[in-house]
């Protein structure tokens, strides 16, 4: 019902920054957590951050200080400020949603993106 679409994802360089962005689409919804998520090639896919619809952030250990998660409630779009990448950052970034639909009382959704891809070489 609610769908989920990634952006912002490219090549940079060690050290470099990207945002990328995680946009709401569909209607009688309510967006709760939002969060990303990646997977690189051979691994399980892994958890990187999350927010909630108060406010609250939480960040994978790995980049901590690092990575910023934010969201725009009024837009239903949530973001990932990457600074100072790594080459082990290199995946595909998934966005995460849960939340109600508003037009069926007591009823959840939970929608991943499609993801899109990072990737930080020299």
């Known amino acids: 019902q609610v769908q989920l679409v990634e952006s912002g994802g490219g090549l940079v360089q060690p050290g470099g920054s990207l945002r990328l962005s995680c946009a709401t689409s569909?209607?009688?919804?309510?967006?709760?957590?939002m969060g990303w998520y990646r997977q690189a090639p051979g691994k399980q896919r892994e958890y990187v951050a999350s927010?909630?619809?108060?406010?609250?952030?939480n960040y994978a250990d790995s980049v901590k200080g690092r990575f910023t998660i934010s969201r725009d409630n009024a837009k239903n779009t949530a973001y990932l400020q990457m600074n100072s990448l790594k080459p082990e950052d290199t995946a595909v970034y998934y966005c995460n949603a849960d939340g109600d639909v508003t037009s069926a009382y007591g009823t959840s959704w939970r929608s991943w993106g499609q993801g899109t891809q990072v990737t930080v070489s020299s």
């Open positions: 569909g209607s009688n919804f309510r967006v709760n957590a």
């Open positions: 927010i909630t619809s108060g406010g609250s952030t």
